[in-house]
């Protein structure tokens, strides 16, 4: 099975993604993570990654689709995977249905998570991540017993540039523009399943297993 998930920015996808995993026995290949892990790293990809995530703006189609395009053919596909965050772009989404030709396999269903805007602004502005052990915290659902410290580990929490109110927006603003165009483009295709977004995590991963069922 290849499932695609995605919504905008603080929908709850890697969540959601881990629930998949676990349940469907999916490899979880998530873009951002990736990309992140190559920011920390100090690879020139990463600095170039770095330099649009940072802004809010979508890291270029020829980065993210040879970033992708190594971890299928180094993965054994056989298994199934789930695609978080790629295909973000028509053009991605063309590449992914070439690359998974070349593998004999196609895509069985793409999970659009939806959640309004202004409920993502909140759930994002307020995250807090760990710099130790990357615990997640948020300072309204979900604060730490000690403000600004990890309640596992004692580290100093941040949050990343990219989760600020300002940076959010913009990247909200992008996803509308350049990367809901994919849910028409899936939609012809028969392929797309909308989910609710809003409510508990459990709400959200019954709404999911029962359109999967």
Do not use: W
Request: proline share 4%; net charge negative.
């Amino acid at each position: 099975m290849v499932l695609i998930i995605f919504g905008p920015p603080g929908a709850g996808k890697g969540t959601q993604a881990m629930f998949l995993s676990e349940n469907y026995k999916l490899l979880h290949i998530s873009t951002g993570d990736i990309l992140r892990g190559a920011a920390k790293d100090g690879s020139e990809l990463g600095k170039l990654a770095k330099s649009y995530m940072d802004k809010g703006e979508l890291v270029p189609d020829k980065v993210v689709i040879g970033i992708i395009r190594e971890k299928i053919k180094n993965t054994d596909t056989r298994k199934g995977f789930l695609l978080d965050g790629f295909p973000r772009t028509i053009p991605q989404a063309e590449e992914l249905g070439k690359m998974l030709d070349d593998e004999g396999l196609n895509v069985d269903s793409v999970i659009s998570i939806e959640v309004p805007d202004e409920d993502i602004v909140k759930r994002i502005d307020g995250r807090r991540i760990c710099q130790n052990c990357g615990a997640m915290y948020h300072i309204l659902f979900d604060p730490p017993s000690s403000q600004d410290h990890c309640d596992k580990c004692d580290g100093e929490l941040y949050q990343r540039d990219d989760d600020r109110e300002d940076v959010m927006r913009r990247r909200l603003q992008v996803y509308r523009s350049q990367t809901e165009p994919l849910k028409q483009y899936y939609r012809d295709l028969g392929l797309l399943k909308e989910v609710n977004g809003l409510g508990t995590i459990d709400e959200v991963s019954s709404r999911i297993g029962e359109i999967l069922s």
